[in-house]
């Protein structure tokens, strides 16, 4: 397969059906350049109509764009902070916070809440939007995400501070891997509760011709799931790795003698961390899954001939 094969609207150049092909597609998706270009769908419709003077890679570039900025269901712009291009650019101040060793009951509560903010704002931003969200359910996912966030940081803070038979330097250590369960567990509850209207409501199935053939909510605990499953993987490398490596790295003479340098290395280690983690958590499954008629309710399979139909997961 050519690396700009010919183009197809509302496709991925790259093979959905593997994992290595979404990767590559969500490398293009998570692509920070892309928070500052306007005006794509008329750039995409322009190219289409003058295809004989450009190139496929121009095409695919302008579709690469489109599916970085635009939700598949809405057709409407995600806003800049919430798109998952600008997960990483947004989202690394607030790991490195929570990474920050000799954490206060104050600083830990402060960069639990400012996540868990982020992420229940990109969590609703990428949702299944096939179905109307009402507002007052954003709210009431936004506080008890939140909730649960700042409780279980807190609850493991509290608890590490009261252990006695660490000393000062494991105390420090074991302080660092905290925001880990925290996070993990947190971004589980996030998206439950910020998506709890598809599992109430379901989600719309599609045909092979893309037309929706029913309401699915056993397609919408599918959705859920595997995106919950993205969002207990996403922080492992994040919250993980930077503890482990600046652990080592602080030792170093450099760092010893230049304490000033501590901070600009580790949100250098967190951001390499993040733009590994990103797309190898979301690359877990295709955005638009595939689930079996004969797994839905009775009601889709009477209505389509075929095997399978596709959803939109969310991401």
């Known amino acids: 397969m050519s690396e700009y094969p010919s183009f197809q609207s509302g496709t991925s150049r790259f093979d959905q059906n593997t994992f290595f092909g979404r990767f590559r ?26 295809f004989f003077l450009f190139l496929f890679l121009q095409l695919w570039q302008a579709q690469k764009i489109k599916q970085a900025i635009i939700h598949p269901d809405t057709g409407e712009k995600i806003l800049m ?41 990109v969590n609703y931003s990428n949702r299944n939007a096939s179905k109307p969200a009402p507002v007052s359910k954003f709210v009431q996912g936004y506080l008890g995400a939140v909730t649960s966030a700042v409780s279980i940081a807190v609850g493991l803070n509290v608890l590490i501070q009261k252990a006695n038979r660490f000393n000062p330097t494991t105390r420090l250590l074991v302080q660092r891997f905290i925001p880990f369960p925290a996070v993990a567990s947190a971004n589980v509850c996030n998206v439950v509760l910020m998506r709890r209207t598809e599992l109430s409501e379901g989600i719309s199935v599609l045909d092979d011709n893309g037309n929706v053939v029913g309401t699915s909510k056993v397609a919408a605990r599918h959705a859920l799931l595997e995106t919950a499953l993205t969002r207990v993987v996403l922080p492992m490398p994040i ?53 079996g008629v004969d797994q839905l309710e009775p009601e889709i399979a009477m209505a389509t001939d075929c095997k399978l139909v596709t959803y939109n997961k969310g991401l």
């Open 25 to 50: 597609h969500f490398l293009d998706v998570i692509d920070p350049r892309t928070l500052f270009v306007t005006e794509v769908q008329k750039l995409i419709d322009y190219l289409q109509m003058k």
């Open 81 to 121: 902070p919430f798109r998952m291009s600008g997960f990483i650019p947004f989202g690394t101040p607030v790991v490195v916070g929570l990474l920050l060793p000799n954490q206060t009951l104050v600083s830990t509560v402060f960069w639990q809440w400012l996540n868990q903010s982020h992420n229940a704002c």
């Open 239 to 291: 919250l993980v790795l930077p503890p482990m490596i600046m652990a080592v790295l602080e030792k170093l003479p450099l760092l010893q003698k230049h304490r000033r340098l501590v901070l600009p290395v580790h949100s250098l280690v967190c951001l390499a961390a993040f733009s590994l983690a990103l797309p190898l958590a979301i690359s877990l499954f295709p955005q638009m899954s595939q689930i």
